[in-house]
Structure formats: structure tokens, C-alpha cells
């Protein structure tokens, strides 16, 4: 009864808002952090897929580079260190329009662009090599048979892997409150020092990232089902 009576004053007022505000903020990080996300991969995973060597290596030095460093460090390399190189006009503007917010949500979206080219470059592996070869042989060029018809295929093929990757870029929004963007972890954080309700504050964010996930992996099912291929 404590948690679901004694803490609908938090919903309201000053401190509702403080907590609206925080997951508004983790869900636009999480749109524009994907939106890079999934742009990049598919670029990686096409490029990875030229068979040129110079290419496929360079793709895995950045897949592995993502994924072996943790990401915390990414995201303060990024704000401490990329930012500081940028011409002062340009850090003065940053500062003054959300610096953290863009510097975070660019480090999430490669990062995770790494994994999302990793599972479509599996999906394109799946796919027959007669298609691209018939696709080449109607006149196509290659990065025209690799958007009309190769990665299409691959993205149903690996709808499940990239609502995983969805759901993992998702919660990995909170490691932003390091650099001190308003999240919703960040937000709960300052209203616990202010309230000291701790226990009911971080139920109440727990509710909210948990209510996002299954939104998410509902969503996943929805497109899963639209899109699935004939015969599986």
C-alpha cells in the first residue's frame, strides 16, 4: 500500500514534473541515439559486405573497438575529450544547447551501431548470394542491390536482434546521468537527495524503464509477425 498510495504525491507537482521531464529525456535520447544507431549499421554492415579487405578491416577494428571498451568510458571520451577538439565557437554553442545530451546520445548511437551492424551483416550472410549476383545481373549496381533487395531481406531476418539492441540501448540511456544530462536515472537521483524517499522514488523509475521495455519488446512482436517470411 506504501507504494502504490504513499508515493502518488511524487507524481505530482514539482517533483511529477522533475520525473516527466527525466523520461522525456531518455526517450528522445533513445530515439536519436537509435536513429545513429541504425543508420551507421546498416553503412558498416553494407560496407563490410563489398568484399573489398581494406573495408572489412576497417569495419572490425571500429566493431571491435565498441565493443571491447566499455561504454561508460565511450560516452566520457566523447563529452571530456571529442568536444574539447571542436573550434571554441562550436563548444560555446554546445554548452549553451544541451552539449551533454548530443555528445551522449552520438556515443550510445555508434557504440551500438557496432552490434546492429554485426546483426545484419549476419542477416545479409543468410540470405542466398544468388540474389545479389541476380541483382547485379538486371543491371543493378551494388549498393543499389544491397538497398533494394539484400537489406531489406536481412532486416526481417533480424528483427528480433534489433529489438534486443533496442532494449539494450535503451537502459544504457542512464549512464548519461555521468555527464550529468536529466535522464530519468539522473532526474530520480536529484529527487532522492531532495526528498530522501529513496525506496519509493527508484520504484517509481523502475515502473517507468520496465513499462518502456515490454512497450518495446511488444512492439518487436508486432513487427516480427507483420514482417515475417513465408515458410518459418
Known amino acids: 500500500m506504501a507504494i502504490g498510495f504513499g508515493s502518488l504525491d511524487l507524481l505530482q507537482g514539482e517533483s511529477g514534473q522533475v520525473l516527466f521531464k527525466g523520461l522525456l529525456a531518455t526517450l528522445e535520447l533513445t530515439a536519436l541515439a537509435w536513429l545513429i544507431a541504425f543508420v551507421v549499421g546498416i553503412l558498416l554492415a553494407v560496407i563490410r559486405s563489398s568484399g573489398l579487405r581494406w573495408a572489412d578491416g ?12 566499455p561504454l561508460l568510458v565511450q560516452i566520457l571520451f566523447w563529452y571530456f575529450g571529442i568536444v574539447t577538439l571542436l573550434p571554441m565557437a562550436a563548444q560555446r554553442w554546445l554548452n549553451g544547447h544541451g552539449g551533454g545530451f548530443v555528445a551522449g546520445a552520438i556515443a550510445i548511437g555508434l557504440c551500438m551501431a557496432a552490434y546492429v551492424s554485426e546483426d545484419l551483416r549476419s542477416g545479409i550472410r543468410a540470405i542466398s548470394r544468388g540474389q545479389l549476383e541476380a541483382a547485379r545481373a538486371i543491371g543493378l549496381t551494388f549498393i543499389q542491390s544491397m538497398r533494394y533487395v539484400v537489406v531489406p531481406q536481412a532486416l526481417r531476418n533480424v528483427i528480433p ?36 524517499r529513496t525506496f519509493e522514488i527508484f520504484a517509481i523509475t523502475t515502473v517507468c524503464y520496465l513499462a518502456v521495455s515490454i512497450l518495446i519488446m511488444l512492439g518487436g512482436r508486432f513487427l516480427e509477425r507483420r514482417y515475417k517470411i513465408a515458410g518459418r
Open 161 to 196: 536482434a534489433l529489438v534486443n539492441e533496442t532494449l539494450l540501448l535503451f537502459k544504457n540511456t542512464s549512464l548519461l546521468m555521468a555527464i550529468g544530462v536529466g535522464e530519468l536515472t539522473y532526474a530520480s537521483r536529484q529527487l532522492e537527495t531532495q526528498t530522501f
Open 58 to 69: 576497417t569495419v572490425a577494428v571500429y566493431v571491435a573497438y565498441h565493443r571491447n571498451v
